[in-house]
């Protein structure tokens, strides 16, 4: 018995990051299931939208590691669903959901998969796939689990809509989602917020920060007397 493919011949626009290794294979899921691919690979962030996006039309746009906002002429070009695999739960949308992850205490994390629109992670979810986050878990630790992960729930989904015939297609889109984002979209200045600490702050309060928010290349700053000193953590 043959199986169904419904992404055979199906032309999709795919969003990853340059000398990603997930990109690479979520790329190859999609080649795997027999469809016509462009490619979009972003360096960093605030590059222009290359022109093929601009012009390109066809059946699906998946978004699987991401920094451009997706402008809604694009979007609309999708004749079946534009999606993206937001590495983080419906509570944690927008940028950071890591740190805030380990800044709340959050007992477990995911992925969400939701239908783009003009803004970041606020369109409609279609499937969420959690894991447990042990105690004592670095945010370092979190961001590994979850590339580990997010492939692996691309690869679920992706294998999920081979299988489905085009009126399913059509009812993912209009049916009512049982889950909802639980937050607004957090922008990069909530995190150089939360990476600002100062001397009338709580013990607690400033580690809690330096757990969460601390990098090496995006370290916490104190604020002292309008000066800012950077933190450097040693082993």
């Not at 022109?51 to 059946?59: A, R």
Request: hydrophobic share 35%; charged share 25%; net charge positive.
């Amino acid at each position: 018995m043959i199986k169904k493919n419904h992404l055979k011949d199906k032309k999709v626009l795919f969003f990853g990051i340059y000398n990603c290794q997930n990109s690479k294979k979520a790329l190859e899921i999609l080649e795997a299931s027999g469809c016509i691919i462009t490619p979009i690979l972003a360096k960093e962030r605030g590059e222009t939208l290359p022109n093929k996006v601009l012009n390109w039309s066809g059946d699906y746009i998946f978004s699987y590691r991401c920094y451009f906002l997706i402008p809604k002429r694009v979007l609309d070009k999708a004749r079946f669903l534009a999606i993206n695999f937001h590495p983080g739960p419906p509570l944690f949308p927008g940028s950071g959901s890591y740190c805030w992850a380990i800044y709340k205490s959050s007992k477990e994390y995911g992925v969400t998969i939701h239908i783009m629109n003009e803004m970041f992670d606020s369109g409609k979810i279609l499937e969420v796939y959690k894991f447990p986050i042990f105690e004592g878990m670095k945010v370092s630790h979190l961001i590994e689990k979850t590339y580990e992960f997010s492939l692996y729930c691309f690869d679920k989904y992706i294998n999920s809509l081979k299988s489905k015939s085009i009126i399913e297609i059509s009812n993912i889109k209009n049916c009512i989602s049982k889950y909802e984002w639980l937050d607004k979209p957090k922008k990069m200045s909530d995190l150089d917020r939360m990476r600002l600490i100062n001397t009338n702050m709580s013990n607690s309060e400033i580690q809690k920060r330096i757990k969460a928010f601390h990098f090496d290349n995006y370290p916490v700053c104190l604020d002292f007397h309008g000066h800012k000193f950077k933190l450097i953590l040693e082993d």
